[in-house]
């Protein structure tokens, strides 16, 4: 399977609790993307990496989040102290330069914080 | 007002017509747009994308843009019980750091 994979698919915490995520992208693609999805609500830009830069934020991106693609292939998305509000699906998505902006998203991973 | 609105629906077709989605879009430096499909509880699948104005044809979808208007549609024809599913519009800046915009989905039920 040549898509966008994450790990792991759905995570259950503790609120306070830091978590991480992974996200491997589509192998020849150079641009990824975090996004956050709420029950109902369409997906909201988190970040975004052209190769290993890391060029656009969200304001949603508070100071407990942080974002990494040390590489330039495989990214890791933080959380820090855990919010309930944070429950959420947090989907990757990768595309490549010269494409006219198409995204392949992953399959997500859903996190639930008690 | 939302940078991306799309009726929530349900929006109910019976099986065979055609099933017509619409979004309209506020920011007219918007450059692509694009639909993806979203089944409960998976995550969003693109099925069409424009960057003209006009119709863009695949099989059995049909996306309509009109910049001037600020509107994009989705037209799906000989609908199946298997298109049902969460439609979400998404536009596309490239000045914005390429992120997606997307609209809260609407709804749709094909009937058997």
């Known amino acids: 399977d040549t898509g966008v994979s994450q790990d792991p698919r759905h995570k259950i915490t503790k609120r306070g609790q830091n978590v991480t995520f992974r996200c491997d992208p589509i192998s020849e693609h150079n641009r990824l993307y975090w996004y956050r999805q709420t029950l109902g609500q369409g997906p909201e830009f988190l970040t975004y990496?052209?190769?290993?830069?890391?060029?656009?934020k969200s304001r949603l991106l508070s100071d407990r989040f942080s974002a990494e693609r040390p590489k330039g292939s495989f990214s890791t998305l933080e959380i820090q102290r855990t919010e309930q509000g944070d429950s959420a699906m947090y989907l990757c998505?990768?595309?490549?330069?010269?494409?006219?902006?198409?995204?392949?998203f992953g399959p997500g991973t859903r996190l639930t914080v008690l | 007002q939302k940078e991306v609105e799309q009726n929530s629906g349900p929006l109910s077709v019976p099986e065979g017509a055609i099933a017509s989605l619409n979004c309209t879009y506020s920011d007219r430096v918007s450059q692509s747009f694009f639909w993806y499909r979203q089944y409960s509880g998976k995550s969003p699948e693109l099925i069409m994308s424009i960057y003209s104005n006009g119709d863009k044809e695949d099989g059995r979808f049909t996306a309509q843009l009109n910049k001037a208007s600020q509107y994009v549609s989705l037209l799906i024809r000989d609908s199946q019980p298997s298109d049902s599913a969460t439609y979400l519009c998404?536009?596309?800046?490239?000045?914005?750091?390429?992120?997606?915009?997307f609209g809260g989905g609407t709804r749709l039920m094909v009937k058997p």
């Open positions: 998404a536009a596309l800046r490239r000045n914005a750091g390429n992120m997606l915009t």
């Open positions: 998505a990768s595309s490549f330069d010269g494409s006219l902006g198409e995204q392949f």
């Open positions: 990496f052209q190769n290993e830069a890391q060029l656009e």
